[in-house]
């Protein structure tokens, strides 16, 4: 296993933590593996705040080997408006904030959450940037009122970077 972050504090956290991974100080578009090697590349809560995540995509094609995976958990915009909706913008925006802030001691984190949400895609979008990339769903599936989806997809063509 190989663990990347472009964040050195991150890395000392999860050297620390799994002492015998290997660990790479990179960042998503251009993670220095090599190409068609690996079989499964997986990123949870965190391809939204990546800046250029179209070419994070591609760099995700080019290091998977033919028919390789890509597993995504990501917190995503919900298409439809409605009062589930509402009640789970509400979850976001103002209870999450409020019991997150109080168990890690960190509000300002989980006050940043509702607006990284926002500013990122929902599901069917991100489906449609991970298709674009070379990659066919195999499912994306709504959790938690649909405030986090898991995508999982598979390297069907080469994408050049």
Request: hydrophobic content about 40%; proline content about 3%.
């Amino acid at each position: 296993l190989t663990g990347i972050d472009p964040s050195s504090g991150m890395l000392k956290e999860a050297r620390a933590k799994f002492p015998n991974f290997k660990f790479i100080e990179a960042y998503a578009d251009n993670t220095t593996l090599a190409s068609g090697k690996a079989q499964i590349l997986s990123i949870s809560y965190g391809i939204r705040n990546v800046v250029e995540r179209k070419a994070a995509l591609r760099e995700f094609n080019r290091v998977l080997a033919p028919d390789g995976y890509v597993v995504v958990l990501e917190f995503t915009k919900r298409q439809k408006k409605g009062l589930i909706t509402a009640l789970r913008d509400f979850y976001l925006s103002k209870i999450l904030p409020s019991i997150g802030g109080f168990i890690s001691k960190n509000k300002e984190a989980y006050e940043y959450l509702p607006s990284s949400i926002e500013n990122f895609l929902d599901a069917k979008s991100f489906c449609d940037e991970l298709v674009e990339a070379g990659f066919e769903i195999e499912l994306c599936k709504g959790f938690s009122m649909d405030i986090s989806t898991l995508f999982i997809a598979k390297k069907v063509k080469e994408i050049n970077a």
